[in-house]
């Protein structure tokens, strides 16, 4: 078998893949997420307004954000674990039921000195 056929039978089998990658994946409507922020004194904020436990819920419906689509909390490397319990709650009751906490990956990386 020729090298040309290898080369034409490896295009083909890319472009098939990439064609059935593209036709099977999720198309995501709206990408804009809202993100509540507690910090460690568990001050709670979003769209930078300080917020009382109780009233997130009707912020973020106030800001146009459907109940279908996730909240995203960011919490601090020690948070309050019952203002967590009580954001999830309220949200949930109000029927956010995508509610993800995150923390803030941390990376680092080091140069090692030529030899």
Same mark, same amino acid.
């Given at each position: 078998? !020729? ?5 034409? +039978? &490896? +295009?083909?089998?890319?472009? !098939? *893949? ?6 099977? !994946? ?24 300080? +917020? ?9 419906? &106030? ?10 909390? +960011? ?10 319990? &009580?954001? *999830? ?17 941390? &990376? !680092? *990386? ?6």
């Amino acid at each position: 078998m !020729s090298r040309l056929y290898f080369l034409t +039978l &490896a +295009l083909l089998f890319a472009a !098939s *893949s990439v064609w059935n990658g593209c036709t099977t !994946s999720r198309v995501i409507e709206n990408t804009r997420v809202p993100e509540i922020t507690l910090d460690e004194a568990g001050v709670i904020t979003f769209n930078n307004k300080r +917020l009382k436990p109780g009233t997130v819920a009707a912020a973020v419906r &106030a800001a146009g954000f459907k109940r279908e689509q996730e909240v995203n909390i +960011l919490i601090p490397d020690n948070p309050d674990r019952a203002i967590m319990r &009580a954001l *999830s709650i309220e949200l949930v009751q109000n029927g956010y039921t995508r509610t993800i906490f995150v923390k803030n990956r941390k &990376a !680092s *990386s080091t140069v090692p000195q030529p030899r």
